[in-house]
């Protein structure tokens, strides 16, 4: 029988190990964390499903594929051993195969619980055309259409540039991810890439608004509406519309090609990063390979009624799965943006705290960031580290 546990009631909230834009206020990886509990609601998240069964949260967990499944069962010990009240209903996803019954399941599963924590389920490009990606299913079929990404340097971590701290906020259900393709005639294919005024503007009001909510001061529009001028340049008017109604931030546009440049070049220029889908995906892999790599940074999409959390550059990691060297970091750090929407905020502010500690004090690195330490070998150093701040944990 698992050991008793407690509830949290107060939690000793780490200095953090970098400079924040926020005064007094901690801010790591999309939290804000106050001197007790002054932690508000984001006016464009959706609002956290209420616990029940005494306390406790119900969560979809998909394992994916690759090293997602041995990622989240790492994510189940952290949790359990420091007594978080969330208990997951596991559903796999089979990626092997073309019907829709097992993410039919998912999507279900998610609306049932308003929340969930996934691995990346691969997209084979070698399957039928018919057959959409898994992960745009389930984004488009529970409108979450907000991707957030919160990029920021690590001290213990060695990388070209320094003091990095970005946001990005990635439309998430259209754009060239729209799976509309057809060939008119042999050897000729026509992609359509979709844009509507709706949801541009449904996206660049949620930027701005994150950036008031975080104290930040200024958004990018990426855009490349110098070619696409009726598809992008609705996307870029949309944002100087929803511009106009916040004169307290700076706002600018980028055509997406200079901004891969520019981030490579001088990344500490940017502050928020608003765009269309497809340069998300491009600007979310370079951000993370600026500050360490895929295995740091955590993900978030949200909708109105729904909340999904995941790894930010959605890689599967098939060639190192099974092998006990993937870095554990960003699923970690997934799992405590999720603590946060569920509004468990001790328990993340807990967890997150002993991960940076591991990751910046103790320096206790997997290879892919030049370390010698296995998953297991971290994902234990995380709870020594909870369990030496006088946490109620469970046995190690």
């Given at each position: 029988m698992a050991t008793p546990c407690a509830v949290l009631t107060m939690s000793k909230i780490i200095k953090p190990f970098w400079g924040g834009r926020l005064g007094n206020t901690v801010k790591?990886?999309?939290?804000?964390?106050?001197?007790?509990?002054?932690?508000?609601?984001?006016?464009g998240e959706?609002?956290?499903?209420?616990?029940?069964?005494?306390?406790?949260?119900?969560?979809?967990?998909?394992?994916?594929?690759?090293?997602?499944?041995?990622?989240?069962n790492h994510v189940r010990e952290v949790f359990r051993f420091s007594c978080v009240p969330v208990d997951f209903e596991v559903v796999h996803v089979n990626s092997a195969l073309e019907a829709d019954e097992d993410i039919n399941n998912a999507i279900t599963a998610i609306r049932r619980n308003g929340v969930a924590l996934k691995g990346n389920i691969e997209t084979k490009h070698t399957m039928a055309p018919s057959v959409k990606s898994r992960n745009y299913l389930l984004r488009t079929s529970l409108d979450l259409y907000a991707n957030v990404m919160h990029c920021q340097s690590l001290p213990g971590v060695q990388t070209r540039h320094k003091n990095i701290d970005i946001m990005i906020?990635?439309?998430?259900?259209?754009?060239e991810y729209s799976s509309l393709e057809h060939e008119s005639v042999s050897g000729v294919v026509e992609s359509l890439k979709i844009i509507t005024r709706n949801n541009s503007f449904r996206i660049a009001d949620y930027a701005f608004r994150l950036a008031r909510e975080k104290g930040r001061h200024r958004v990018t529009a990426v855009h490349k509406a110098n070619i696409m001028k009726l598809g992008d340049g609705l996307f870029l008017q949309c944002c100087k519309e929803v511009a106009s109604?916040?004169?307290?931030?700076?706002?600018d546009s980028?055509?997406?090609?200079?901004?891969?440049?520019?981030?490579?070049?001088?990344?500490?220029?940017?502050?928020v990063m608003v765009m269309p889908n497809l340069y998300g995906n491009v600007v979310s892999n370079v951000c993370a390979g600026l500050v360490g790599g895929p295995g740091l940074v955590p993900g978030a999409n949200y909708g109105r009624d729904y909340a999904v959390f995941e790894t930010a550059t959605r890689n599967t990691g098939k060639s190192i799965a099974d092998k006990n060297i993937a870095n554990p970091?960003?699923?970690?750090?997934?799992?405590?943006?999720?603590?946060?929407?569920?509004?468990?905020y001790d328990h993340a502010s807990s967890i997150r705290n002993a991960v940076l500690t591991t990751m910046n004090e103790t320096r206790l690195h997997t290879a892919d960031i030049g370390g010698q330490g296995t998953t297991s070998e971290v994902v234990q150093s995380v709870m020594r580290v909870i369990q030496s701040k006088g946490q109620l944990t469970a046995e190690l």
């Open positions: 790591v990886f999309g939290a804000s964390l106050t001197g007790h509990r002054e932690k508000s609601t984001f006016i959706n609002i956290p499903p209420p616990a029940k069964y005494g306390g406790r949260h119900t969560v979809t967990l998909i394992p994916g594929d690759g090293i997602g499944p041995e990622l989240l906020i990635r439309e998430n259900t259209e754009g109604g916040y004169p307290d931030i700076t706002f980028m055509i997406v090609d200079n901004t891969t440049m520019q981030l490579v070049s001088k990344p500490q220029q940017f502050d970091t960003a699923m970690l750090l997934a799992s405590c943006m999720m603590l946060d929407h569920l509004k468990l």
